[in-house]
């Protein structure tokens, strides 16, 4: 019997998983500009299923989605000054119009505070105009000078979700903080994927925000991957883009905001997360096809096969499942397997002479390889249960894997020992001082993600740096 074998992913991530995007059929990376890729057609649809799954959540806390030009002017992207000192090198700009020189260039969106916000100022008047929360769905571009990496480091975001909002006051914004953060907690929930949630510190903050907090998934090869962002820009950028509303009382205040993104990186966590050696693992929810039914072809009873195949497919499609009889008559069964399972494909159905004498259906599992036999009868009221089993097994499969590579230490030669063999995410007490942060991110030659927001424990000891009253526990990881 086939098991799940983690051996390939592990060792040698970078290469497993650039060619999981390929024989997968995922995204095909060899576009001939650095860091683009093209989603291809069964990529496209994860994303699909991905980016929906975005939507509901969002639609369902009341925000509303719009679509804001790829072009951003040359004066909007300078208004916010420290904005534009952290995306300065980054910027793609658009210099000629045909053959002439633009007399004002613009720059591609490297995030849409600097495209929104002008327009924020012209449809905000009063505080019947608040809350407003909006979202888009689409590509930012930024010129990595960094090593790209295809979804992980690219220079165009292909699928950047990012929401804005804006609020009467900080107390609004702030509970919208925390919307934002539940939003994302149910999003990564239910692609399975195991998370922290790390305050950033000061010196690593979104370029004009007050704070930033991230959603960082740990890879299989103990490098964490920044994979959620949420913002409190306060009043920064309001006041710098001239956002003010009405009151009751008749004065006329700036409006506080936030913002919160994510892109990709969640389906390249998805894939990560969950892949073994045979391929890609979908979680159910998110697989273009949910079941594939693969008949084991037979001289007397081939017809037979089929015709109990096709009854089972059309009832699945009668439960809302997304399902496929493979009849592909060029492909032996065990390349059928073979070519599911490279896709993630979540739930195998064999039906071979046997099985039609027993009426019965092997039932495989694509995340344990677990195989059973039901009678056919049964499956309609079976393979939900199965699905909904998978799901539940992959999410907890994922957190108690994080569990094992998160280790709280004292000293920094522990730390440092820990993270050269890049066992996961290191928690050590810190006074909170900048100082001691970067002497920390010096010594393990690593980067603070920051102070937790997920489990803020209450923290007796010295600063590992400095040996001062620690204020906190800090995380520091090798991160993409
Ligand atoms: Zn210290």
Redesign the pocket.
């Known amino acids: 019997m086939v098991t799940a074998k983690h051996e390939k992913r592990d060792k040698h991530f970078g290469e497993w998983f650039r060619q999981m995007l390929m024989d997968a059929e995922i995204l095909d990376y060899r576009y001939p500009i650095k860091g683009c890729g093209v989603w291809l057609p069964y990529g496209f649809k994860i994303r699909k299923h991905v980016t929906q799954l975005l939507r509901n959540l969002h639609d369902a806390k009341g925000h509303d989605e719009v679509q804001f030009p790829i072009l951003v002017t040359e004066a909007n992207i300078r208004k916010e000054a420290t904005h534009i000192k952290d995306f300065e090198n980054e910027l793609f700009w658009v210099t000629h119009g045909g053959s002439k020189p633009l007399e004002l260039r613009y720059a591609l969106r490297p995030t849409s505070e600097t495209a929104m916000y002008p327009m924020f100022e012209l449809w905000i008047r009063n505080h019947g105009d608040l809350p407003m929360k909006l979202y888009q769905i689409g590509s930012v571009f930024r010129y990595e000078t960094k090593t790209t990496r295809p979804i992980i480091r690219v220079r165009e975001v292909s699928t950047f979700k990012e929401a804005h909002t804006c609020h009467a006051n900080l107390d609004n914004a702030e509970t919208q903080i925390q919307e934002a953060i539940q939003i994302y907690k149910d999003f990564f929930d239910a692609c399975g994927i195991s998370y922290t949630i790390s305050r950033r510190p000061d010196w690593d903050k979104f370029p004009g925000s007050l704070y930033s907090i991230a959603f960082d998934v740990l890879m299989p090869d103990g490098r964490t991957l920044q994979s959620g962002t949420v913002h409190n820009l306060g009043q920064n950028f309001s006041k710098a883009f001239n956002i003010k509303y009405e009151t009751l009382e008749g004065n006329h205040e700036f409006v506080w905001q936030t913002c919160y993104g994510i892109s990709e990186r969640g389906i390249a966590a998805l894939i990560a997360i969950h892949g073994d050696d045979n391929g890609i693992v979908l979680v159910p929810k998110h697989a273009p096809l949910q079941i594939i039914i693969i008949p084991i072809p037979h001289k007397e009873s081939g017809t037979a096969i089929l015709e109990v195949c096709s009854h089972i497919a059309a009832e699945m499609r009668s439960l809302g499942l997304r399902v496929k009889v493979d009849t592909r008559d060029d492909l032996t069964p065990g390349a059928k397997f073979f070519y599911w399972e490279t896709r993630g494909v979540p739930i195998r159905i064999e039906i071979g002479p046997k099985d039609l004498q027993k009426d019965q259906a092997i039932i495989v599992r694509r995340d344990t390889f677990k195989k059973e036999a039901y009678k056919t009868v049964d499956l309609k009221t079976r393979l939900p249960q199965i699905i909904d089993q998978m799901t539940i097994d992959m999410r907890n499969k994922a957190w108690k894997w994080l569990q094992t590579r998160i280790f709280q230490v004292d000293n920094l030669q522990e730390a440092n020992e820990l993270l050269k063999k890049r066992a996961g995410i290191i928690e050590i007490p810190?006074?909170?001082?900048e100082?001691?942060?970067h002497?920390l991110e010096e010594h393990v030659k690593a980067k603070v993600l920051g102070t937790p927001v997920d489990s803020p424990k209450k923290i007796e000891g010295?600063?590992?740096?400095?040996?001062?009253e620690?204020t906190s526990l800090v995380r520091v990881a090798v991160a993409y």
């Open positions: 810190w006074c909170g001082e100082a001691c942060g002497e010295q600063c590992a740096m400095c040996s001062k620690a």
